[in-house]
């Protein structure tokens, strides 16, 4: 008799860890090296060690999507986006964080949220986990925040969903972040919203430097 598939989800793994030290302390974060134990090999590995992140889709009464448009060095293009933030500031819940980013960088609230999705945005090189959630009833903040660097130029525009889920799989748009919370939520919609989390779930894959107890 054929033995029935495990249920499909990623399993943590605890690896004995020899030794771990910061290799370079960066401005914004670090990179970590980390000696580990794992198939009777001792094995060193370094990584990004990142605050860990949160993404807003914000989706109004006629399934538009607030985007935003800004400057990002490291692949030196404009690209559009979702509104987004570290979880930098200590014991700050990632929704409250969720809330913050909205407001400074789009200048907006919303009445109901929910989680959409968490992913990591590169397992092989950095413990960045972001999670992303859904924002609707939304409505304008009596005040505008000053934004300054990259966040200074920021472009909005207000999109349909379905224009961008075109534009993802024209490969159009390359932000993970843009990328996941729009097919996630052209799935979501598809199926009648259902499946999303309470906003205040628990998230366990959060480890990272600023997490919420």
Known sequence: ??????PLHDEPVEAELESTEIGYHGYIWDVRRDTFRLNDSSIT????????????????????VLLINQYRHPVRARLWEIPAGLLDITAEHPLDAAKRELAEEADV????????????????ASDEAIRIYLARDIHA?????????????IEKRWVSLD???DAVRARA???????????SAF??????????????????RLRQRGAAE
Request: glycine residues 8%; hydrophobic residues 35%; aromatic residues 8%.
């Open 187 to 204: 799935v979501a919609r598809e199926r009648g919203w259902n499946g999303l989390g309470p906003a205040d779930a628990d998230w366990p």
């Open 45 to 64: 590995r370094e990584y990004l060690d990142h605050t860990g992140a949160v993404a807003i889709l914000a989706l109004d009464e006629h399934d538009r």
């Open 163 to 165: 224009e961008i889920a």
């Open 141 to 153: 903040r009596p005040e505008r925040f000053d934004r300054e660097d990259e966040e200074a130029g």
């Open 109 to 124: 609230e919303a009445r109901e949220w929910a989680v959409l999705s968490e992913f990591y945005t590169s397992p092989g």
């Open 173 to 183: 748009v390359q932000n993970p972040s843009l990328v996941n919370g729009v097919l």
């Open 1 to 6: 008799m054929t033995a029935e598939p495990r």
